[in-house]
């Protein structure tokens, strides 16, 4: 039987030391991690929270990957329309264009700029006023801070360019820290930030004034150790007074492991895995394979050349490989894919 990877916090004798965040110890340009939409995001208990908490999720469902990269803004797609910003978040997932955020970091606060994105050549330019601050410096268990909501978004409909202006308010609090469970594993001196967004966005919609009401209420867990990136988040978002959940996972951002710009698509199987995880290939051109295997947080594992592989499959034997969950990449010459597992 395989020791679990991740250690059981032994805090029966004593309480965890409260965590605070601190601008140093944001993620950096050239960092990434994958995310996951969680389908079943219904199922997350929102519950009572405060000192020392025990969050405990291990059964969500992951849905659509994406994968993270943080950038210079420098040369990206809209930055001209963000001059303030000195940090640009790439987000792209499986056969959808990348959209951009656009950010502001200081020792006082790590704020959104605004958000750039393309769909079918169809831009649509958010610029918010005043930036959005998701965290403001030290933050900490009952930090909490208040401030307005606004901005224009841009967009084309049928050909016509129209533009929403939005008002309201947002308040974030720290209302917990303790210990976070999700499927990617088991997180310590993680902080709970709530987040409640009241705002509207009117429009002149070919003559006709239009209104659209909206609140969030977002519920996102950090930490030092994930830089400042959400480990889990659970948003209950309402339109006009129809509200829908959602959720998404993350890994801890690394340097180092991020996917190449051409994609490439692969299948794991079983996943979960015990000793043996096969990988399945399209028909390949660009030349010999390489599969890589990380843990979460970005240590290297195992390395397996793979020669001539056209159309295949393989096993990689997953002995010495302790119970817990992983980041496979396969990549050739020009591109590669990564993709998560858990072995049990």
Not at 7 to 25: E, R, Y
Not at 145 to 163: C, D, H, L, S
Not at 284 to 310: D, H, M, P, R, W
């Amino acid at each position: 039987m395989k020791k679990p990877l991740l250690l059981l916090t032994l805090w029966s004798t004593g309480l965890m030391a409260q965590p605070t965040f601190n601008s140093t110890d944001m993620f950096g340009v050239n960092e990434t991690f994958q995310s996951w939409d969680v389908t079943n995001a219904g199922t997350i208990d929102i519950g009572a929270t405060g000192a020392n908490s025990v969050w405990n999720f291990p059964d969500l469902i992951s849905g659509t990957e994406s994968t993270n990269t943080y950038l210079n803004p420098a040369g990206n797609p809209g930055v001209s329309n963000f001059p303030g910003a000195n940090l640009c978040q790439a987000v792209t997932s499986l056969g959808g264009n990348p959209g951009y955020t656009y950010l502001k970091t200081t020792s006082q606060a790590f704020s959104i700029d605004g958000v750039w994105s393309s769909q079918q050549g169809t831009e649509t330019i958010s610029q918010l006023n005043p930036d959005m601050d998701i965290y403001r410096f030290p933050f900490t268990f009952n930090s909490s801070f208040t401030q307005p909501v606004g901005g224009t978004t841009t967009t084309q409909i049928a050909g016509v360019n129209y533009t929403y202006i939005r008002q309201g308010t947002q308040t974030v609090t720290c209302d917990g820290y303790g210990t976070l469970t999700t499927p990617l594993g088991t997180f310590n001196n993680v902080l709970r930030l709530k987040t409640v967004q009241v705002y509207s966005d009117s429009i002149d919609f070919q003559g006709i004034p239009q209104v659209f009401n909206y609140e969030s209420i977002i519920h996102n867990w950090v930490s030092v150790e994930s830089k400042g990136v959400t480990l889990l988040s659970h948003t209950s978002f309402s339109v006009n007074g129809s509200a829908t959940i959602s959720g998404t996972l993350s890994t801890i951002p690394t340097v180092g492991i991020a996917e190449a710009s051409n994609k490439l698509n692969f299948n794991l199987f079983p996943n979960p895995a015990k000793d043996l995880l096969m990988v399945q290939t399209p028909s390949l051109t660009n030349g010999n394979l390489v599969a890589e295997i990380f843990s979460i947080t970005g240590q290297f594992i195992k390395k397996i050349e793979l020669t001539n592989q056209q159309g295949s499959q393989f096993n990689f034997q997953l002995d010495g490989i302790e119970s817990g969950a992983y980041l496979l990449r396969l990549s050739d010459k020009k591109s590669s894919g990564m993709q998560r597992f858990i072995v049990i």
